[in-house]
Structure formats: structure tokens, C-alpha cells
């Protein structure tokens, strides 16, 4: 059972590049997820969908786009690679939104902007 | 209002020890607090999570304690093992609202 996979496990980008994070989950969950994770900053949301065809704004979302096009399916796209971008990105998804059920995480990309 | 506020930072005990992280929260309307544990390299999973009708749950080794009037809550591992160290996170939600997490804290486990 693969859960949550994550594509590229790390990339190095140019400053203006731009690229797409790919993020796929095979437990027919509803709800997806988009983190950046810092050192020492805990994760702050980016991006989530509740559904396929839906979705909304995390708490930092600036510079970053999504899509649902299937319930497998949530990709993150960077657009303009900027040095603030550098950072872990981890996709996660749950059955229930939010404070209902465990969200449950792929191993996460590591992107280095510079 | 929105924040968790995690610690400490970091922490070293001994194996056999007991280690005990601790997370404090603003808003009473959060009524649902998960702890993750997040191996290097790795994507944080859920170890134990609590909500406010009761002041304590265990599983296996490891306890959260609430204090709802403290706003505050722990969490315990006991007889600490090697394989314990990691990074743990605290975090507070409510129904229909985002996870707010602490900022970790880093165990290490000494043999």
C-alpha cells in the first residue's frame, strides 16, 4: 500500500524557474494537502482540497498554484522560483477534513531555489 | 491567537527515561490536539491525538495530558527508547479549520 507518494524527492532550482510537485494518494482520500516545512518553524498549509474540483487557500499561498483534477491526483505548481521558496514541501491527505482524522504524509520534496 | 507554542526546542534523555514535550494553545474553541512524530527523511504521522472531553490518554508508552483550563497539554513517553528519537510536533484544530502546529521538537534518545 503506497499511501501518499511524492515526486521529485529533491530539485534544485534557478531563481524564475518554475516547476510542478507532484503528489498522488491511493487511499480514495477526500481531502488533500500542500505544507512547507522550515527549520523551526513547524508546517504552515499552502494549499488544500476538499474534493475533486475544489480548492482553497492555506495560510501561505503566495507564489504557489494547485489543481484537483482527479481524487488521486493534487500537484503543486511554482511559478517564479524565488531564494524564500527554498524549503521541505510535504503533501499529506485524510479521509475527513481537518480536525476529524489523522492526515496522512508522503515523504516530501526537497527544493533549494538559488 | 492561532498560535501553538512548542517546547522545548530540543531535548536529550536518557534510555529508560521519561521525555516530555510541552504545547501551549490560545484559542478555546480548538478542540481537537493530535501529536505527530517525524523521522528524518520522512513525512510526519499521527502517534496520539486527544480532544477535551477527557484529561488524559495513553497508548502504549506514550501520554498526552490536558489541562483545559491551563490551555495547555504534554506529551509523555515513557521508558524512552533509542527508536524514539525524532521530531515531535504538537497541533490544535477544530472542526472545518486548518492544523496549527507547534514548531517540534527535536528528541534525541540516548543508549
Known amino acids: 500500500n503506497a499511501g501518499v507518494t511524492q515526486t521529485p524527492k529533491f530539485r534544485i532550482l534557478k531563481i524564475g524557474q518554475s516547476m510542478t510537485l507532484q503528489c498522488t494518494q491511493d487511499?480514495?482520500?477526500?481531502?488533500m494537502y500542500w505544507y512547507r516545512q522550515d527549520p523551526g518553524m513547524g508546517l504552515k498549509l499552502i494549499y488544500y482540497?476538499?474534493?475533486?474540483?475544489?480548492?482553497d487557500k492555506g495560510e501561505v499561498p503566495n507564489g504557489y498554484n494547485v489543481s484537483r483534477s482527479t481524487t488521486e491526483d493534487f500537484p503543486l505548481r511554482l511559478e517564479l522560483a524565488a531564494p524564500s521558496q527554498t524549503s521541505v514541501y510535504f503533501c499529506a491527505s485524510s479521509s475527513e477534513g481537518f480536525g476529524n482524522q489523522p492526515q496522512h504524509f508522503g515523504d516530501g520534496t526537497r527544493l533549494s531555489i538559488l | 491567537q492561532q498560535q501553538v507554542k512548542q517546547s522545548p526546542q530540543s531535548l536529550i534523555v536518557q534510555k529508560g527515561g521519561i521525555s516530555i514535550i510541552n504545547c501551549a494553545y490560545e484559542?478555546?474553541?480548538?478542540?481537537?490536539f493530535p501529536w505527530y512524530q517525524q523521522f528524518p527523511g520522512k513525512g510526519p504521522a499521527l502517534l496520539i491525538a486527544?480532544?477535551?472531553d477527557v484529561s488524559e490518554k495513553k497508548e502504549g508508552r506514550f501520554t498526552i495530558s490536558f489541562n483545559k483550563s491551563a490551555k495547555q497539554f504534554s506529551l509523555h513517553i515513557m521508558d524512552s527508547q533509542p527508536g524514539d528519537s525524532a521530531t515531535y510536533f504538537c497541533?490544535?484544530?477544530?472542526?472545518?479549520?486548518?492544523?496549527?502546529w507547534g514548531a517540534g521538537t527535536k528528541l534525541i534518545i540516548k543508549p
Open positions: 497541533a490544535a484544530s477544530m472542526v472545518n479549520y486548518q492544523l496549527i
Open positions: 486527544i480532544r477535551p
Open positions: 482540497s476538499v474534493g475533486a474540483g475544489i480548492t
Open positions: 487511499m480514495n482520500h477526500n481531502y
Open positions: 484559542n478555546t474553541a480548538f478542540d481537537y
